[in-house]
């Protein structure tokens, strides 16, 4: 058995029963690159339900969302909870040149990478230079 040797471990049950677990929006450590034509973002979300997870994009801005639930039952006596549980959120503006239709999202081992292509209108391009009629431009 787990033993718990914190001093104040009854004022924490107290503050549990009087205002009920805590939860609250927390955000999420992220990292952020470019690798070649794709923007890619990893978010830390251990534990999270891949159901629980919501992505949308408006105007530019895309909000995820994740939900962490305690894995105790209704009813059970915590001894320790150190681990976050709650809604977990992260707001990220994205520029006009990236690609919003073509987000790919996958979950892996408590990872969410994004990836978001890069607009082919924003990738840069090489103009070709055609030869002209000297006279025409000259005249």
């Known amino acids: 058995m787990l033993m718990r040797t914190d001093p104040f471990r009854e004022i924490d049950r107290l503050t549990q029963q009087v205002f009920g677990p805590v939860t609250r929006a927390s955000a999420m450590p992220m990292d952020a690159y470019r ?52 809604t977990f959120t992260r707001q990220l503006f994205l520029g006009d040149t990236l690609d919003t239709e073509r987000i790919d999202a996958a979950y892996d081992a408590g990872v969410l990478t994004l990836r978001i292509p890069v607009a082919e209108a924003a990738k840069p391009r090489r103009i070709r230079i055609t030869g002209g009629d000297r006279k025409q431009l000259t005249g």
């Open 35 to 86: 690798a070649g034509d794709d923007f890619v973002v990893h978010f830390d979300i251990p534990g999270i339900d891949p159901e629980t997870i919501e992505l949308d994009v408006e105007r530019n801005v895309l909000n995820v969302r994740a939900e962490r639930r305690s894995p105790a039952p209704e009813g059970a006596e915590t001894v320790v909870a150190e681990r976050p549980t709650g």
